[in-house]
């Protein structure tokens, strides 16, 4: 079955920078679109970035020029390099593809 497993969240201050990764198995990877999503307390779920397996992206305009997401396709892990970091960016941060979720990990942004 798809298993996605997130990793690398944690705390960090304004204006830092975090990589997430997401190790993805039970899917061919090489040909999976794969998004990331979060979701912020009282919030909707909402699409961060998308990458497809041809290596095009697209992002949300709170994100774009911060965000870059990428992948390995010899690793089945896919990333989200977070940037310039803003306490609005804290939220759960889930890997997605086939509508299928990751468990999420935790980013936040404090002083």
């Known amino acids: 079955q798809v298993q996605l497993v997130e990793s690398g969240g944690g705390l960090v201050q304004p204006g830092g920078s975090l990589r997430l990764s997401c190790a993805a198995s039970?899917?061919?990877?090489?040909?999976?679109?794969m998004q990331w999503y979060r979701q912020a307390p009282g919030k909707q779920r909402e699409l961060v970035a998308v990458?497809?397996?041809?290596?095009?992206?697209n992002y949300a305009a709170s994100v774009k020029g911060r965000f870059t997401i990428s992948r390995d396709n010899t690793k089945n892990t896919v990333y989200l390099q977070m940037n310039s970091l803003k306490p609005e960016d804290t939220a759960v941060y889930y890997c997605?593809?086939?509508?299928?979720w990751g468990q999420g990990t935790q980013v936040t942004v404090s002083s």
């Open positions: 039970g899917i061919i990877f090489s040909i999976a679109t």
């Open positions: 990458i497809t397996s041809g290596g095009n992206t």
């Open positions: 997605a593809t086939l509508s299928r």
